[in-house]
């Protein structure tokens, strides 16, 4: 009976409390997802015994570990070696990208989707399989802890996901533009310098994004190949945590000033980033 | 001058043929309209023209000279999309002179010849809008503007006005053909709605499954359409056909037994018809007319008044035939009527669909729009003074 009664108006609330729980869980998991990034931001104003105490939100904030952090190593080089390897690595990817994205789109064949599963598949390999090869041809080439090398394996490391990422762009573009370009005159290169390129602008943006998060937070590659002339920030931040053992403090704040400019790069570009993600979806 | 002559053209995706061998002839000024349904080939046909699809077999010659090889640009041709495909980072103006541009053209002759077209065709308040703030009609505009600018030899259209509500489409369709008129260029036009292809051609090519099944000047496919298909397919709304029984072949025609019982006459030539051959009559909805005394009967299904005129779908026996019928009668659904028909407009198909020819031509078959032009042009002289 009481159940019966109650029914009715607790039909009507149902949807401000749904919509509460709903906002309650996304929340949480954002906070969740975040958390280890805003603790690591804390460490980093910490004193190195109070990083490794038991953990507080209140604390007496200090600039000492990165006074430290910055007296240690020179953050600059390799923040300009970051910037180098990730812009130089996405720059040559686009440049062999665009060229193949333009022919698996629009000039089709029987093996296109083929090569492209196959480009996939290449992600799919364990980068630590290829190491040793790698590591020696490098060697031998004189390309170990060079930017050069670095730029070289990371265009090779992100040209699947770009190659898909502008097919996919191209894909959804009418194929009636280029053809009335075509009409008009145009070769293959000015089709895709007056009407390709300008109007798959927000994809080419948001995958050349991609790209360069992708080489900034790349670690393992970083690592293993390069040691002190072309390290870039992710080998900056490893450096903390060898040999003399573990200082967290240093390492958060080490870590913090890595990730800073991709962050705040992401930032200024979401809306370009999400406008390319979702580019095409809606005509 | 510009004449295209498509000579055994062929053109296969993979296994499938879509164009089984087309011969044509296009001359100079001539406004040429493709029709037929879906899937039957038009588009294809006028991208290998364009040159944006290559001819599996056969030559396409432009003025005489083959253009198998020659790229879409060199070809002298351009062509309206049935999308538009304007460039939408580009202003019209931009859209417009685009292939100037290509060609290196200075900017201030590029923008003389965009005005000059422009004002043909209206644009020039609109010159530099984007195309996404322009509406369904004046992005057509825009899209024959950026090809007349090219000053091409022969337009190619495709369906061009499909994209337009029934309104505009009437009055691009009369634009259209003033701009025939205007820039006196060889046009062809692809399109599925056969009002279009009666309006605006001086000859009709009828596709169907990737062969010509006729081609002619509008009131001959009207009136000695070729075959079942083409009689079918040209006139709105679409002709009538049954089955009927033969009797007699003589001089005046071909004797057929109506549904019903009652015989009538059929004036064309039936000599080579076996004698037992199933024959199908055909007969336009506006050449039936309800008669008390005529030899057909049927019961009124449904009954559409558009004012003018009736159109009443009438059952008779498993067939529902169409006719036009005065606006005025005061028939209603269910009545039975008789009817008759104008045996001189009627149509026999053998067999094979086949039509057998008239004994007569009908005057108005051989009229083309350029004799309708002819016309008037003595009169033109003086009514501009």
């Known amino acids: ?283 | 001058m510009a004449t295209l002559q498509l000579k055994n053209i062929t053109k296969q995706f993979g296994d499938t043929k879509v164009i089984k061998g087309i011969d044509l002839d296009v001359n100079d000024r001539e406004f040429v309209v493709f029709v037929g349904p879906s899937g039957c080939g038009k588009s294809t046909l006028m991208r290998m023209i364009a040159g944006l699809e290559s001819a599996s077999d056969g030559d396409i010659l432009i003025d005489g000279k083959r253009m198998n090889e020659v790229g879409p640009a060199d070809r002298g041709l351009a062509m309206v999309f049935q999308s538009y495909a304007l460039y939408p980072h580009m202003t019209v103006e931009g859209n417009m002179g685009f292939s100037m541009r290509l060609a290196g053209v200075p900017k201030e002759e590029r923008r003389a010849k965009v005005l000059e077209a422009a004002k043909i065709l209206q644009l020039e308040p609109l010159l530099d809008r984007k195309p996404k703030a322009l509406s369904g009609g004046q992005r057509q505009r825009v899209a024959i503007g950026r090809a007349i600018v090219r000053n091409p030899i022969i337009f190619l259209f495709d369906e061009p006005l499909s994209n337009l509500d029934a309104a505009l489409r009437v009055q691009m369709r009369i634009e259209l053909a003033r701009l025939h008129e205007e820039l006196d260029a060889t046009m062809i036009y692809v399109t599925h709605d056969q009002i279009e292809a009666m309006t605006m051609a001086d000859k009709i090519v009828v596709l169907h499954d990737g062969v010509v099944e006729q081609v002619g000047s509008p009131m001959a496919l009207y009136h000695h359409p070729r075959n079942r298909f083409v009689a079918g397919f040209i006139g709105s709304p679409k002709m009538n056909f049954f089955s009927v029984e033969q009797q007699s072949i003589g001089d005046d025609g071909v004797t057929v037994r109506l549904p019903g019982g009652r015989p009538c006459t059929i004036p064309v030539a039936g000599e080579q018809l076996a004698s037992d051959e199933a024959l199908e009559l055909g007969i336009r909805p506006e050449h039936l007319q309800l008669d008390e005394n005529g030899p057909l009967s049927g019961q009124i299904k449904v009954l559409e008044r558009l004012g003018g005129q009736n159109s009443l779908y009438v059952q008779m026996g498993e067939l529902l035939i169409t006719i036009m019928a005065d606006g005025d009668v005061a028939y209603r659904v269910n009545d039975t009527v008789q009817f008759g028909l104008a045996a001189e407009r009627a149509h026999l198909f053998d067999a094979q669909g086949l039509a057998l020819e008239s004994l007569s031509q009908h005057p108005l078959a051989s009229l083309t729009r350029q004799d309708n032009r002819a016309a008037t042009e003595p009169a033109a002289p003086g009514a501009q003074v």
């Open chain 1, 1 to 283: 009976m009481t159940t019966h009664r109650n029914s009715a108006p607790a039909h009507t609330r149902s949807l401000p409390i749904r919509q509460l729980v709903l906002t309650l869980l996304g929340w949480s998991i954002a906070l969740i997802i975040f958390f280890p990034i805003l603790w690591m931001v804390l460490t980093g104003f910490k004193t190195e015994s109070a990083a490794i105490a038991d953990p507080r939100f209140i604390f007496s904030p200090t600039l000492e570990s990165y006074q430290e952090v910055q007296a240690r190593s020179g953050y600059a080089r390799f923040a300009l070696n970051s910037i180098a390897v990730a812009f130089g690595s996405t720059f040559l990817a686009l440049l062999i990208a665009i060229p193949s994205a333009y022919a698996m789109a629009f000039l089709p064949t029987k093996r296109t989707k083929g090569t492209l599963l196959w480009m996939l598949s290449t992600k799919m390999l364990p980068p630590v399989g290829v190491l040793v090869p790698i590591y020696l041809i490098f060697r031998d080439v004189g390309l170990l802890d060079t930017r050069t090398g670095l730029i070289i394996i990371y265009t090779l490391m992100n040209l699947p996901i770009v190659v898909w990422m502008l097919y996919t762009f191209f894909k959804d573009m009418p194929k009636d533009i280029l053809e009335a370009g075509r009409m008009d005159g145009a070769s293959t290169l000015q089709e895709v310098f007056f009407l390709l390129l300008p109007l798959t602008l927000p994809g080419i943006a948001s995958t050349g994004l991609l790209s360069v998060i992708l080489s900034w937070n790349e670690a393992f590659w970083s690592l293993n190949l390069t040691s002190s002339k072309a390290a870039p920030l992710t080998a900056y931040i490893a450096s903390f945590s060898s040999p003399e053992g573990l200082f967290w403090a240093k390492l958060s704040a080490a870590s913090t000033m890595a990730i800073a400019p991709i962050l705040i790069l992401g930032w200024m570009t979401q809306k370009q980033m999400v406008r390319g993600l979702t580019f095409g979806a809606v005509k």
